[in-house]
């Protein structure tokens, strides 16, 4: 038994690794897309384009890596993967058009939704055999390697060229998949604790892998949707709103984002103790009435400093919605319930920015942001119809 304790230790340690530099090097990537643009000469609407490659790679990929986990194991695909994702942040520099810049990014878009549907699926297998909703803690390392890697290359940005930079983080990640992809080579993922229900409301939350999980995973997916609606919403519109219609300067509507992303972060870590204490449930119902909240406030209050509240309380509140929906779906159907999941979820970041910029031009900005609080209402209200499901 203590060996066994050590070896999911050891695992843990490892996927929360991956699940960092999985943050890491996409904020590293994005922070330089400026200077990438101006290197290909790209117009706004080319390099539109290219970043298609990232979400059509992604997107492409997930389910197939859901199969792929079934069948040789979710272990080896997060380290294949993680070397792909390492190695193919590099490539972007090395193009000199829009068109060629696509074409690389569909293939860092395919290893970035590759690896997010292993290592998520092995952080399943994970959370079953520890019997603890450890789910959230990952995320968590997930966004403190955004914020990292976001920082370091604002940092490096203006002593580094591109190419030099994005390369660092190629051997980066090369260097810690080596090291932690150590740990998940020598261990097959761990079989799910075995034991009695102990309630009867437990045995019901059971009897959905019988019967009609696929139908929960897609509702789980649609709460995966509406909190990375929110998230890429906030990302791309959050410190426009700030400086266009609160008249912030750049430097105070630059901490918008930083906000929310901090306050998501600090959600996600303390996101265990959480669970374990109101439940899955009670955790996605309160998250989305508190999200709720918080974006009304965020997106409607006529000074910065109530607005920039609101984006911490959003981002509290959306927190541990996604890493609940990924466990819920993986537990039900496995790899095929976490890419189901996945799908949904980056599809809701696709769609939140657009959304959001079409709704900007038909009403207002602010009006626009109130349907992040309407999505995340809606994830309350599905909270409260699958009670039984989520536990708690």
């Not at 912030?248 to 998501?264: D, E, I, K, R, T």
């Not at 509240?309 to 981002?315: I, R, S």
Request: proline share 5%; glycine share 14%; charged share 10%.
């Amino acid at each position: 038994m203590p060996g066994d304790t050590l070896d999911l230790t050891r695992l843990r340690i490892a996927l929360t690794a991956f699940f960092a530099l999985d943050g890491f090097i996409f904020a590293g990537w994005v922070v330089r897309i400026p200077a990438i643009k101006e290197q290909t000469h790209a117009s706004a609407g080319d390099l539109g384009l290219a970043l298609l490659g990232v979400s059509a790679g992604a997107v492409v990929t997930m389910t197939l890596i859901g199969r792929l986990c079934r069948r040789y194991g979710s272990h080896p695909v997060t380290v294949v993967c993680a070397v792909l994702l390492s190695l193919s942040v590099s490539l972007p520099p090395l193009t000199h058009s829009a068109p060629a810049l696509g074409a690389v990014l569909l293939l860092f878009g395919a290893a970035y939704g590759g690896i997010n549907v292993a290592f998520n699926s092995a952080a399943v297998d994970l959370v079953a055999a520890l019997r603890r909703p450890i789910m959230p803690t990952f995320h968590a390392a997930f966004s403190l390697g955004g914020m990292i890697g976001a920082g370091l290359g604002g940092l490096v940005a203006g002593a580094l060229s591109p190419t030099r930079h994005l390369l660092g983080l190629s051997l980066i990640g090369l260097l810690v998949t080596a090291v932690a992809g150590r740990t998940l080579l020598r261990q097959e993922p761990p079989a799910p604790a075995h034991r009695h229900p102990s309630s009867p409301g437990e045995a019901d939350r059971a009897a959905p892998r019988r019967g009609g999980g696929r139908g929960l995973v897609v509702i789980f997916g649609l709460i995966a949707l509406c909190t990375a609606y929110g998230e890429g919403a906030m990302a791309d519109w959050g410190t426009l709103h700030l400086q266009q219609d609160l008249a912030a300067s750049s430097g105070v509507a630059a901490a918008g984002y930083s906000c929310f992303a901090l306050a998501m972060t600090v959600g996600r870590a303390t996101g265990t103790t959480l669970l374990e204490r109101i439940g899955r449930a009670r955790t996605v119902i309160a998250g989305g009435t508190v999200a709720t909240a918080g974006m009304l406030l965020g997106s409607l209050a006529p000074s910065v400093w109530a607005a920039l509240l609101g984006f911490a309380v959003t981002g509290l509140g959306l927190a541990n919605l996604f890493p609940v929906a990924v466990e819920r779906a993986g537990s039900l159907t496995g790899p095929s319930g976490v890419a189901v999941a996945s799908t949904l979820g980056y599809g809701g970041m696709l769609l939140g920015p657009p959304a959001i910029g079409f709704m900007a031009d038909w009403l207002s900005l602010p009006t626009a942001l109130t349907s992040v609080a309407a999505l995340a209402a809606l994830a309350a209200v599905i909270g409260v119809a699958t009670r039984r499901t989520l536990g708690g």
